[in-house]
C-alpha cells in the first residue's frame, strides 16, 4: 500500500523554525517527484514548494522563498520541507504528495498534478 506521513509539525513562535518530514511507504521515492502544500483554515490548498525527480530541481512560492528549503534523501525515502523565520501567516496543515515523474520533467504546485497525499500536520505560528 502507498503511504506518505507526515510529521514534524507543531506550535513555534514567529521566526522560529520546523522542519517537516514526509516519509514514504509501499514506494521508493527516486522516482516520484514530491510537493508541499498547505491549508489554512477557510481557504484554498496552495502550493508550496517542490522538488523533482532525478535532478533536484526546486520550486517555492513567492510567500516563502528565501525561507523554506525543500530536500530529498532517497536512502531514507523522505523528503523535507525546513522551514525558518516562520510568521503567523504560515499557519496551516501542510501536506505532501507525491507523482511518478519522468527524468527531467520538472515539478509543478498543482494539486492536480499529484497522485498520492498525505494525511498532513499542523503547523502553529503563534506567540
Known amino acids: 500500500q502507498l503511504q506518505l506521513v507526515e510529521s514534524g509539525g507543531g506550535l513555534v513562535q514567529p521566526g522560529g523554525s520546523l522542519r517537516l518530514s514526509c516519509a514514504a511507504s509501499?514506494?521508493?521515492?527516486?522516482?516520484?517527484?514530491i510537493g508541499w502544500f498547505r491549508q489554512a483554515p477557510g481557504k484554498e490548498r496552495e502550493g508550496v514548494s517542490c522538488?523533482?525527480?532525478?535532478?533536484?530541481?526546486?520550486y517555492y512560492a513567492d510567500s516563502v522563498k528565501g525561507r523554506f528549503t525543500i530536500s530529498r534523501d532517497n536512502a531514507k525515502n523522505t523528503v523535507y520541507l525546513q522551514m525558518n523565520s516562520l510568521k503567523p501567516e504560515d499557519t496551516a496543515v501542510y501536506y505532501c504528495a507525491a507523482v511518478p515523474s519522468p527524468v527531467q520533467v520538472m515539478c509543478v504546485v498543482m494539486t492536480t498534478w499529484y497522485d498520492y497525499w498525505g494525511q498532513g500536520t499542523q503547523v502553529t505560528v503563534s506567540s
Open positions: 509501499g514506494f521508493t521515492l527516486d522516482y516520484y517527484a
Open positions: 522538488i523533482s525527480r532525478t535532478d533536484g530541481r526546486t
